[in-house]
């Protein structure tokens, strides 16, 4: 997979160097959120577009990430670093252990399962008022730091996020091509046929749901200390939805896709200030756009789109 | 090699199979035969620990299988190849192979039997290498057959089971199919256990046959023999219709 490292290291170079053609401020802000984002849609799609699992309840994870990275830097004295791969455990543990029941069950009854767990976790984060701060948040949360090196405007934090994200990009491509990758599409095409070349179907689901998990409670903790504060509504249902839809609009699939997906929904919602809270439809009418349209996502859309525009020379697709 | 004693599936109520035995020696090619339902594809199904068996004997080798999951069964030599194929369509040729050969990747020092063993399927189906880098959806009806059949191979199995490989197939692919079968028994000396509805060209193959109706083995006996059996004739190979029809 030669050209797949070549594809990452062009994305890296890309990324880093972004901050230095752009100016300092809103823009930087937004990207990191576009990080944030590309994190916990690539966590998404491992389970979705991979194994072919869905989940309604991602944002459960993040925030069990955030609160769990928030409460443990304004409550107790640890190291938020410590506490960032403490809580990524934690929250891969308590998804790999409620993964056994939940994903027994397939379709629309796996959807409405997930989506329980969200509202759960949402609720939780609500009525715990002593320990979250309920419906008012939890403010004076730090940023990380190494050292003496505080991580306290928009450019640290953007290298900070997006060196987490390239890590967890390259991770996932890693994956995808290896056997459990493979194992992951072949559930997904034929549980049966998986099964009958020996692949484990009910622990592989749960192991990627747990890995989902985990790399969205990161996103979650790097989200609090960017933030400084969290409240309950950054976690609850429509952000589940959202997910789903930089999944789907950037490609099922495909990793760039989660990132391509990211980008577009996370710059959409600044662009689509004037429509206010109708918003939401916007993102509805994509959704159901791009099903009908580009039923690949914009990764596969747009090359597809392209060579209709321009037919390549020599073929006649 | 395989022995199944008093074998019982049930899908909720519905009792399966009742009471079935039967068994395979090695190097042995043995067909299941029998009408729509009669509980072909529960049988290696239950094999496959794809559902699980209610009660009776699964003996492979003279090692219980029973109550094991699918994984171990596989481990153990038992591999299946579906009905209706199955092949991961949005997969490659190769991934497909690669994935027949999933259990085998865990074991160190494999990667170079594995690399051997793909080059062997694609020696035996010449097809499948041309369309190694091609998705495995795009390809017809008997490749897929083929692929499905190499996939299952990758395993290493000592036990084949074969989920009527000739459906949905143009005759001429069907014989090359049944080709298949019998070189896989002669060059490579794969114990087979196969499942057709198109019971005269499995029992033209086979050494030995079973006849199953509504989750009974109703008549079991050498295939030739079978081949002359006045009721197998009637009920399954579309003899003595026209005595019938004039009746």
């Known amino acids: 997979m030669k050209s797949d490292k070549l594809k990452f290291l062009l994305f890296a170079v890309v990324v880093l160097a972004i901050p230095l053609f752009i100016p300092k401020g809103y823009l930087t802000n937004v990207l990191i959120f576009v990080g944030i984002n590309s994190m916990l849609a690539l966590g998404l799609n491992l389970l979705l577009g991979y194994a072919g699992q869905i989940s309604l309840g991602q944002a459960a994870f993040f925030g069990l990430g955030a609160y769990g990275s928030g409460v443990l830097n304004t409550q107790y004295v640890i190291n938020p670093w410590l506490a960032m791969a403490l809580v990524a455990v934690g929250v891969a543990a308590f998804a790999f252990a409620i993964g056994f029941p939940v994903l027994r069950l397939k379709g629309h009854y796996l959807a409405m399962a997930t989506l329980g767990v969200g509202v759960i976790a949402y609720i939780s984060f609500n009525e715990t008022v002593d320990l979250t701060g309920g419906p008012s948040g939890l403010s004076g949360i730090e940023n990380l730091s190494i050292g003496s090196f505080v991580f306290d405007s928009d450019i640290k934090n953007y290298y900070l996020v997006w060196s987490f994200a390239l890590v967890s990009i390259l991770l996932a491509m890693n994956m995808v091509n290896s056997r459990f990758g493979r194992g992951l599409r072949a559930i997904h095409d034929s549980e049966v046929a998986a099964r009958v070349m020996g692949v484990n179907a009910r622990l592989m689901k749960v192991q990627v749901f747990a890995l989902s998990a985990f790399i969205s409670a990161i996103a979650g903790s790097l989200y609090c200390h960017v933030m400084t504060f969290i409240s309950p509504t950054s976690f609850s249902f429509p952000v589940s939805i959202e997910l789903l839809t930089m999944v789907v609009i950037g490609g099922l699939g495909s990793v760039f896709g989660s990132v391509l997906g990211a980008l577009l929904l996370t710059l959409l919602p600044e662009m689509l200030r004037a429509f206010q809270d109708m918003d939401i439809i916007v993102y509805g009418l994509l959704l159901i756009s791009m099903t009908i349209y580009l039923p690949g996502g914009l990764v596969r859309g747009i090359p597809a789109l392209f060579r209709k525009i321009v037919p390549a020379r020599g073929s006649h697709a | ?247």
């Open chain 2, 1 to 247: 090699m395989l022995k199944i004693k008093n074998l019982n599936t049930y899908y909720g109520k519905v009792h399966a199979l009742k009471n079935v035995s039967l068994h395979l020696s090695k190097g042995e090619i043995v067909t299941l035969i029998g009408a729509n339902g009669a509980g072909k594809t529960t049988l290696l199904n239950s094999l496959s620990a794809i559902i699980p068996a209610a009660s009776g004997e699964l003996l492979l080798e003279g090692k219980s299988i029973a109550g094991l999951p699918a994984d171990r069964v596989v481990s153990l030599g038992l591999s299946q190849v579906p009905e209706g194929r199955q092949v991961f369509n949005p997969l490659t040729v190769e991934e497909n192979l690669e994935l027949g050969a999933y259990l085998r990747y865990r074991a160190r020092g494999q990667q170079g039997a594995i690399k051997e063993d793909l080059q062997r399927m694609f020696a035996m189906f010449p097809r499948l290498e041309e369309r190694r880098r091609q998705a495995a959806g795009t390809l017809s009806g008997g490749e897929q057959q083929m692929l499905a059949i190499g996939r299952a191979l990758m395993a290493r199995p000592k036990l084949l089971l074969l989920d009527e490989p000739s459906m949905g197939l143009a005759p001429l692919v069907v014989q090359d199919i049944f080709k298949v079968i019998q070189r896989l028994r002669s060059e490579e000396g794969t114990t087979i256990l196969l499942v057709e509805q198109n019971a005269r060209a499995a029992l033209k193959v086979a050494d030995r046959g079973y006849v199953l109706e509504t989750g009974k083995v109703i008549l079991e006996g050498v295939a030739s023999e079978l081949l002359e059996n006045k009721d197998v004739q009637r009920a399954y190979l579309g003899r003595d219709k026209k005595e019938i029809w004039e009746r």
